[in-house]
């Protein structure tokens, strides 16, 4: 069983960068994926980036590509997200993922408690 803990999330106006990070309890470098998703109130949930554990390949959800980055840390226990020129329709709660494939969010087995993020001004 793997445990997940994001930080970093909070509120910030529009035009603001937020640096999301998750870390793991156990790492396993076994060509799946980790990934960020949203959910915002009656929304479905959304893939945000995802990153390859065995080549850091990297994917974007096409609402938020050019403005984020998603980048494992240097002990590759977690993971971070990077976020710029955040607006409005940004917030959301935000979930981190593990050994998961992409941003199909049903492949993936283990989920943070996930993270408040309100981009208003």
């Known amino acids: 069983q793997v445990h997940l803990m994001e930080s970093g999330g909070g509120s910030v106006r529009p035009g603001g960068s937020l640096r999301l990070s998750c870390k793991a309890s156990?790492?396993?470098?076994?060509?799946?994926?980790l990934g960020w998703f949203r959910q915002a109130p009656g929304k479905e949930r959304e893939g945000v980036a995802a990153?390859?554990?065995?080549?850091?390949?990297?994917i974007y959800g096409d609402s938020v590509k050019g403005r984020v980055t998603i980048s494992l840390d240097d002990a590759q226990s977690g993971v971070y997200l990077g976020m710029d020129s955040l607006q409005p329709e940004d917030t959301a709660m935000y979930y981190c993922?593990?050994?998961?494939?992409?941003?199909?969010?049903?492949?993936?087995?283990?989920w943070g408690q996930g993270i408040q993020v309100t981009v208003s001004s």
């Open positions: 993922a593990a050994d998961g494939w992409e941003l199909d969010a049903r492949a993936y087995d283990f």
């Open positions: 156990e790492w396993t470098v076994n060509g799946r994926f």
């Open positions: 990153i390859s554990t065995r080549d850091g390949r990297t």
